[in-house]
């Protein structure tokens, strides 16, 4: 049975705390496969994830004005 996006976005939002079991994977990306907006939910995540990396690792150089 393919995932609900509910169920996708919780999956994505997990997988950045711990390792999906490979069914979760499974299903995961057969859900994204299928749904655009999930797509792009996780897309946005990832690039969310890389903001918050650089910021706690010191971020960009700051420029006084």
């Known amino acids: 049975m393919m995932k609900t ?16 079991h490979i069914s979760e994977q499974a299903g995961l990306k057969l859900h994204l496969a299928m749904c655009t907006p999930c797509r792009n939910f996780s897309k ?16 960009p150089e700051k420029v006084d004005k």
């Open 5 to 20: 996006c509910r169920e996708a976005t919780r999956l994505m939002s997990e997988s950045q705390e711990r390792d999906l």
């Open 44 to 59: 946005q995540l990832k690039t969310l994830r890389r903001i918050t990396q650089s910021y706690a690792q010191g971020g």
